[in-house]
């Protein structure tokens, strides 16, 4: 045991010798009864258009942070996402199909913005097995930008974002 307790306190090389420790640490050890309430009330009785799901920080639960009502839409959800932090969502997209029929599919959202923290993200997909339990019957798709998360949902290629190499320098 001494051994362990050795092992854990050595310092990190990178920092000269400084002990790091992180603050907002999000480690989800359950998911909260209300969150699979919510996702019936959307699922089953279409109440919601989307839902988003945080850990709470300091009871490392997964609860339920945003309730999209019925009538908004995908860009709503968007717009409803940090830029810097990762959340879970479940978004019900309804949409025609080819020969005319009105239809819906319900997506599970693993939102990870590149700018987030890798604690986060880590922290968020060691969660997502417990959480993927509570909804069942959804689509999985993992999304970075907003642009890409409209991309997966609508089934449209994605805008071009600017990049830093257009594709003529490689010629």
């Known amino acids: ?34 969150c699979k309430e919510q996702f019936q009330l959307l699922k089953i009785r279409r109440k919601h258009r989307f839902l988003v799901y945080k850990i709470d920080a300091e009871t490392e639960v997964v609860i339920p942070e945003i309730i999209g009502p019925r009538a908004t839409n995908l860009k709503d959800l968007i717009s409803s996402l940090p830029e810097n932090d990762a959340r879970y969502a479940i978004y019900d997209h309804e949409f025609t199909t080819f020969d005319g029929r009105p239809t819906n599919k319900l997506f599970f959202v693993s939102w990870f913005p590149s700018n987030s923290t890798p604690y986060a993200k880590m922290a968020y997909t060691q969660a997502k ?5 509570v909804f069942t019957g959804v689509f999985d798709i993992m999304a970075r930008t907003p642009s890409e998360l409209e991309a997966l949902v609508t089934g449209e290629p994605e805008e071009e974002e600017d990049q830093e190499f257009d594709d003529d320098d490689f010629n």
């Open 1 to 34: 045991e001494k051994q362990q307790i050795k092992l854990h306190m050595e310092s990190h090389l990178k920092t000269g010798g400084e002990q790091i420790t992180y603050a907002n640490r999000a480690v989800a050890g359950s998911v909260d009864p209300s």
């Open 129 to 133: 097995e417990k959480v993927r339990e």
